[in-house]
């Protein structure tokens, strides 16, 4: 059974950082891509960034120069690195491959 758990959220101030998981059970990350989603009430979800198979990274032009995906150091966790923290990045992150979807977790980021 394949799950995804999304990790790393928190509150946090302006300017202030956080790294976000998203770790597999029941497959790897080898075979597609694997993209960050983030959600505010009432809102539908945004694609935040992504990763290809291939380790191609793409990101919103929101978050550009302050996210970064990477790749866990195991085939099943790939993290978003978030840094200068803006309150527009508040909302529930979730990670997405090949159309599973974790739980999200939750971002708040005061000013």
Do not use: H
């Not at 059970?25 to 009432?42: C, E, H, I, K």
């Not at 309150?87 to 977790?105: A, H, I, K, M, R």
């Amino acid at each position: 059974q394949v799950q995804l758990v999304e990790s790393g959220g928190g509150a946090v101030q302006a300017g202030g950082s956080l790294t976000l998981s998203c770790t597999a059970s029941g497959v790897t990350f080898d075979l597609g891509s694997v993209a960050w989603y983030r959600q505010v009430p009432g809102e539908e979800r945004d694609l935040v960034a992504y990763i290809t198979s291939a380790d191609i990274t793409d990101y919103a032009d929101s978050v550009k120069g302050r996210f970064t995906v990477s790749r866990g150091n195991a085939k099943n966790i790939v993290n978003l690195q978030m840094s200068s923290l803006k309150s527009e990045d508040t909302g529930v992150y979730y990670c997405d491959y090949v159309s599973y979807w974790g739980q999200g977790t939750q971002v708040t980021v005061s000013s």
